[in-house]
């Protein structure tokens, strides 16, 4: 018997759930890509990004995924046989690392301890013993996606200010930006890379570089640039230099619509948002850790991510519980990936285009199948994170008392 009949829910980090109106604005034909309106979407887009990222600098739109971002942060900041330090903190930023290595670049790596974040004493100790600042930039992410860690952004510039070193700070918001706060001029970061399709709530396909002072008088003598990647390039006169080339259009009508939905939310409720349904999923996720079977992959409460919970699996294999939740229920949550983490994992996102009723489905299906395979756990999970949810909410209505919508009768006779 299975009861996944109507709308599924998509609770993976990413691609996340595409709201209906940034769909509706996709879905429409194409226009001239050298004048007229998509122009003026271009500048929306642009101002946005830069508006979302909190930075007076330069914003850049790449038809790539978050890779090519990375490639595109790399390449206009440095030359083959620099060195960089990467921060590790799970997978995401390692594999940063292992793109500048075939690049060229030499990759220095920070070990990270185990299931927590970045340790800004060790950065700070590490560049002080780079006398020569031999290390050219810093690469870490906001938050890692498969470990659901969060990374102490100001901290780390703070280590590296302390350490008097001239690294540029390059972070990954990925999976942060419009989840956490972010703030890119404030906290002193020199570029930030972003993707469409997390808390932007667009498809996968646009890769996205903000870039400050710093970083940018660095292009002048970087020898990785290639044409597509060149920030230069795509500061010229002509409208299909922001791209190199034809403008991902549709793409871009969906970024414009996504950015009003957020601004109309406001960019401190989109964050709020976020928070109270994070740690909605995280009660649950304690209640159930009560068992044997499950534990959370980050141990600090402090450095667990507002965008995605890692939850680990000791002595069960998870892959029956992810499919039960697919395949029954009709709710598709995250696998573990990465070396430590495969096999061994799920995780749940609570990222972008998510609310109360997505959250409290996806933690009841999930509970529906720790009972339903007879997995040790916890119970009452769900009996929980309503509780959480509700106290945190109350007082939200000016006027809490319940009555009838104007005009309908209180019951049906």
């Not at 002509?238 to 406001?266: Q, V």
Request: charged share 25%; with cysteine; glycine share 10%.
């Amino acid at each position: 018997m299975r009861v996944r009949n109507g709308r599924e829910f998509l609770s993976i980090p990413g691609p996340t759930t595409v709201p209906d109106r940034v769909l509706a604005a996709m879905h429409r034909p194409a226009v001239d890509i050298y004048d007229g309106e998509l122009l003026d979407v271009t500048r929306n887009c642009l101002e946005g990004l830069r508006a979302v990222l909190k930075t007076e600098g330069q914003a850049y739109i790449y038809a790539a995924n978050g890779h090519g971002a990375w490639e595109a942060a790399l390449t206009n900041c440095l030359s083959a046989g620099d060195r960089i330090l990467v921060l590790e903190s799970g997978l995401f930023a390692v594999t940063w690392g292992g793109m500048a290595e075939v690049l060229g670049l030499e990759v220095e790596i920070l070990p990270g301890r185990p299931r927590r974040a970045v340790d800004a004493e060790a950065l700070e100790q590490r560049l002080r013993n780079d006398t020569s600042n031999s290390i050219k930039a810093v690469l870490t992410v906001q938050i890692d996606t498969a470990s659901g860690v969060v990374n102490d952004i100001p901290a780390i510039r703070e280590a590296m200010d302390m350490a008097g070193h001239d690294a540029l700070l390059m972070v990954d918001t990925i999976a942060s930006l419009c989840s956490m706060p972010f703030e890119m001029d404030a906290w002193g970061v020199d570029v930030a890379v972003a993707g469409s399709q997390k808390g932007l709530m667009v498809p996968p396909g646009l890769g996205f570089n903000g870039v400050g002072s710093k970083a940018r008088e660095r292009r002048g003598n970087a020898d990785l640039v290639t044409r597509y990647w060149d920030w230069e390039f795509r500061d010229g006169p002509e409208h299909y230099m922001n791209y190199c080339g034809t403008a991902p259009e549709h793409l871009l009508f969906g970024l414009d619509e996504s950015l009003k939905m957020l601004f109309e939310e406001g960019l401190e409720n989109v964050i709020e948002r976020h928070r109270l349904l994070a740690e909605t999923v995280r009660t649950a996720v304690a209640r159930w850790c009560r068992g044997d079977a499950l534990e959370f992959n980050i141990t600090e409460p402090g450095e667990r991510a507002n965008s995605v919970t890692t939850v680990r699996a000791n002595g069960i294999d998870p892959a029956p519980l992810i499919a039960f939740c697919r395949d029954v229920c009709g709710v598709t949550i995250g696998i573990g990936i990465g070396p430590e983490l495969s096999g061994r994992a799920f995780r749940v996102a609570h990222m972008g285009h998510v609310n109360a009723p997505m959250v409290l489905g996806t933690l009841s299906v999930i509970e529906t199948a720790m009972a339903a395979l007879k997995v040790d756990h916890g119970e009452g999970g769900v009996d929980e994170a309503i509780r959480f949810l509700g106290t945190s909410l109350e007082g939200s209505l000016q006027d809490a008392s319940v009555s009838p919508v104007p005009g309908q009768r209180c019951c049906d006779a």
